[in-house]
């Protein structure tokens, strides 16, 4: 007998400033590539949706704090930040603009269709390293899902964002007591190094287990405050 395996289908391709980034299906999944780079499919979301979780807890009793989530992605944390009537402003900064447009009326929508629409949300179409380097808003949370993790960045440049000088824009961007929140398909003690080394305080990994290899982790650390 011969075995039947399913064969990705692109769903679309497009060219930008930052390369080709592709959506596909394959099987039930979606799936998004960058410059043929596999980012992320819409096959858990455990691990993007405790992103949110572990800064919204982190920050204890808040009324309404605002949140700026670094990367769409497909939509888990976006929609999983939008089902918590705690938070108030949710706002997303999003480079690629096929990525916006799979959500706004593309495969994307069923997934994420009234966390977009929900009042409190703002999507913004910008590279997330220029936007905390030059936005003049401060957040009580920020949450950064734009690379594989700080030790396996999608873009070139990328890594800067995770350096002590830009750490050191993230806790521009953040209020006094706020918390940065950090996803990575691979636990790394040297970041939760650099995040001590840049001033940031309760620096702690969570683990979400995988069923094979090394589990995803998301890295917390509070600006002092």
Same mark, same amino acid.
């Given at each position: ?41 819409? /096959?858990?979301?455990?691990? $993007? =949706? ?9 920050? +204890? &009793?808040? *009324? ?24 108030? /402003?949710?706002?997303?900064? $999003? =480079? ?9 009326? +593309? &495969?994307? *929508? ?13 999507i913004v ?23 594989n993790g ?61 069923a094979r ?13």
């Open positions: 007998m011969t075995a039947s395996y399913d064969i990705p289908v692109v769903l679309d391709r497009r060219e930008g400033p930052y390369g080709e980034v592709v959506l596909r299906r394959h099987g039930e999944l979606l799936q998004i590539i960058a410059n043929g780079c596999f980012l992320m499919d819409t /096959a858990d979301g455990r691990s $993007e =949706r405790l992103l949110v979780d572990a800064a919204r807890e982190a920050l +204890g &009793p808040h *009324a309404e704090p605002n949140v700026l989530i670094g990367g769409l992605g497909v939509g888990f944390s976006l929609a999983h930040a939008a089902a918590d009537p705690r938070w108030g /402003a949710i706002t997303v900064v $999003e =480079r690629e603009r096929a990525i916006i447009d799979w959500h706004l009326d +593309g &495969p994307l *929508a069923a997934l994420s269709a009234y966390a977009i629409t929900d009042p409190r949300t703002e179409e910008r590279d997330l390293i220029a936007y905390v380097n030059e936005t003049s808003d401060t957040f009580n949370a920020l949450c950064l899902d734009i690379d700080p030790d396996w960045t999608v873009t070139e440049g990328n890594d800067d964002l995770y350096s002590p000088s830009g750490l050191t824009s993230c806790a521009r961007v953040l209020k006094p007591g706020g918390v940065l929140a950090v996803w990575s398909a691979q636990p790394s003690p040297e970041f939760e190094g650099t995040l001590w080394n840049a001033g940031f305080q309760q620096v702690r990994t969570e683990e979400i287990p995988v290899g090394v589990p995803d982790v998301v890295h917390i650390a509070v600006r002092p405050g």
